[in-house]
């Protein structure tokens, strides 16, 4: 029972915990604008009887509901922050003599590396090459690109596919998504009360930012698992599948079949 109630309590962890971040933030600025009960202009004393009626359990249910709005509202995507920090979602480093390296800000090194094995072996480009020519090398990137456009949506294929595997997946993406946002409204706080308190408030930046940086990592790791999935075949990218028949080389021999390196 506990296990199918996880995946809802991560859901909730994120947005509620950066939503009290963001609340505080809130009031630090506009706390001192808010009147007393006293000093209240009628128009706010409803809302000043309404929560003397309820009791503080009413009231605290009440910021929990708020917390939790706030935070969806300003929730960020690991992906948006790591793709604010990098640019491109498919660079390529061309060398003299080598062949044309790709990364991207969504995956490791070596998890980029099994996805343009995985590309090479589905559009039927040689495996051996040390450079393709400019065509190939151009159908290589837009496969590439299109594979990582999809790379979040196929987290419902794998949940089809592997429960086990989705359920590593989500753990991970829970933490990445956590991490990011609370350390992106302690970014916020941290501003807030050095406006507000002290100007040593700033030095909770560093923290954040840390912690901003572990969950772009924890995403990565997160998105490792879609791409061990895909290189083993328990899901496809229907876009990419598409591109693959229309653009691959039919005259390719038959591509090996491509081992995921699972040492990340």
Not at 94 to 110: C, T
């Amino acid at each position: 029972m506990l296990t199918s109630l996880l995946p809802g309590i991560r859901e909730l962890r994120t947005p509620l915990a950066a939503g009290y971040i963001y609340a505080m933030a809130l009031l630090l600025i506009t706390g001192e604008h808010v009147p007393d009960r006293k000093d209240a202009p009628p128009a706010l004393a409803p809302f000043y009887e309404l929560v003397a009626w309820a009791g503080k359990p009413a009231t605290l249910a009440a910021s929990i509901f708020v917390a939790y709005v706030l935070g969806s509202m300003l929730e960020l995507s690991p992906v948006g922050v790591a793709r604010l920090t990098s640019g491109h979602l498919l660079k390529a480093k061309a060398s003299p003599d080598g062949p044309i390296v790709y990364s991207s800000p969504l995956l490791s090194s070596r998890s980029m590396r099994d996805l343009v094995r995985y590309a090479r072996s589905r559009l039927g480009l040689a495996q051996s090459a040390r450079r393709l020519s400019p065509a190939d090398e151009a159908v290589l990137a837009e496969g590439l690109t299109r594979l990582l456009s999809e790379l979040p949506e196929l987290r419902t294929r794998l949940y089809a596919a592997n429960q086990d595997l989705y359920g590593d997946y989500d753990r991970k993406a829970a933490e990445a998504s956590f991490k990011v946002n609370v350390g992106l409204a302690g970014i916020v706080l941290s501003f807030a009360a050095n406006e507000k308190l002290d100007a040593s408030w700033t030095l909770l930046c560093v923290p954040m930012l840390f912690l901003i940086f572990r969950g772009v990592i924890a995403d990565r790791e997160a998105k490792t698992v879609l791409v061990e999935a895909l290189v083993a075949d328990q899901i496809q990218s229907p876009g990419f599948e598409a591109f693959a028949a229309r653009e691959g080389r039919r005259d390719a021999p038959a591509a090996p079949t491509v081992a995921p390196d699972f040492d990340t």
